[in-house]
């Protein structure tokens, strides 16, 4: 199995402020027959589903705003929340879909400073 | 617009079992492929089945031989039967639909808001 480990487990950031989550997968996660790397990012709220915010490790999923973005390649993938908004405070994850099972890291929980 | 809706959840015993539902509406059920994602609580997300179209079933090895997952595409509906459960199978159990990747390998564009099972004497 593909072992996906965020760091850090949580964060404190003032708000208007830059969030960085990082993801290092076990083994790379680009498929080379198409370049692209096989790794989603999801924003967790207490009491409501995952919301997909990043796939193909960069693009952005349709209505998530541009401060939300993305990079990385291989193994090791970055999250970045610029201008950090109240609203943002929720637990992220990383997922790897390039094999089975479809893994995701352990979350990184991030909160107003 | 895509919903997704969880039942059967709830309170079972150690060595019983339980069956999950999920009803889609808002998108065309039978053209993808469609899962199942628990979080245990205090835990992270952890994919737990997948059924393709066609209804062929994948399982981790944690569940594999324990759960079932099918789908009835007429009814826009698919479930995951859940037998022999541990405490351990405590979870939120969302229903969650893929896309791209190659199943069972996926991301998950839409989820449903969960139910919960919990597994106690």
């Known amino acids: 199995d593909i072992v996906m480990t965020q760091s850090p487990d949580s964060l404190a950031v003032s708000l208007g402020e830059r969030a960085t989550i990082n993801c290092k997968s076990s083994?790379?996660?680009?498929?080379?027959?198409?370049?692209?790397?096989?790794v989603a990012w999801y924003q967790h709220k207490p009491g409501q589903p995952p919301k997909l915010l990043i796939y193909w490790a960069s693009t952005r999923e349709s209505g998530v705003p541009d401060r939300f973005s993305a990079s990385g390649s291989g193994t090791d993938f970055t999250l970045t929340i610029s201008n950090l908004q109240a609203e943002d405070v929720a637990v992220y994850y990383c997922q790897q879909y390039y094999s089975t099972p479809n893994t995701f890291g352990q979350g990184t929980r991030l909160e107003i400073k | 617009e895509v919903q997704l809706v969880e039942s059967g959840g709830g309170l079972v015993q150690p060595g019983g079992s339980l069956r999950l539902s999920c009803a889609a509406s808002?998108?065309?059920?039978?053209?993808?492929?469609m899962h199942w994602v628990r979080q245990a609580p205090g835990k992270g997300l952890e994919w737990v089945s997948a059924?393709?179209?066609?209804?062929?079933?994948y399982y981790p090895d944690s569940v594999k031989g324990r759960f079932t997952i099918s789908r009835e595409n007429a009814k826009d509906s698919f479930y995951l039967q859940m037998n022999s459960l541990t405490a351990g199978d405590t979870a939120v159990y969302y229903c969650?639909?893929?896309?791209?990747?190659?199943?069972?390998?996926?991301?998950?564009?839409?989820w449903g808001q969960g139910t919960l099972v919990t597994v106690s004497s």
């Open positions: 808002g998108f065309t059920f039978s053209n993808y492929d």
């Open positions: 059924v393709g179209t066609t209804g062929d079933p």
């Open positions: 969650a639909r893929a896309l791209h990747g190659v199943i069972p390998a996926a991301l998950f564009d839409f």
């Open positions: 083994q790379s996660v680009l498929y080379r027959s198409n370049n692209k790397n096989y």
